[in-house]
């Protein structure tokens, strides 16, 4: 396993660690990094060459761009979940406002 300090970059060997530690020193920055923060490489290189469905890899210009794609589908929902809100909050307007002049009528007729 390839693996990378994330503070200087520099490529770590990881021989030295011994099991019942997790915590390595980098030899370069001498920063105190634990394992399961340190970047697998090979890991990293085969996502970026096959990403999941969900995200896509672009490059341009020597850098690499990463993203997530937002589905259709997710907009779609939000819409009709935001329709459908917007529908009941009308319709029950309309129903306290009938519901309250109703009031108001029968107070002025009743006398109070």
Known sequence: MKTICPKCKAQ????????????????????????????????????????????WVKSKNGQLFIGVRASERLFRIMFAILFLFGLIVLFLLAFLFDLYHKRIFDIILMGG
């Open 12 to 55: 770590l060997i990881l021989n030295t660690v011994s099991d019942y530690e997790d915590t390595h020193t980098c030899k370069k920055c001498y920063g105190n990094l634990y394992l399961p923060d340190l970047l697998d490489i090979e890991k990293a290189e085969k996502m970026l060459l096959n990403p999941p469905n969900w995200s």
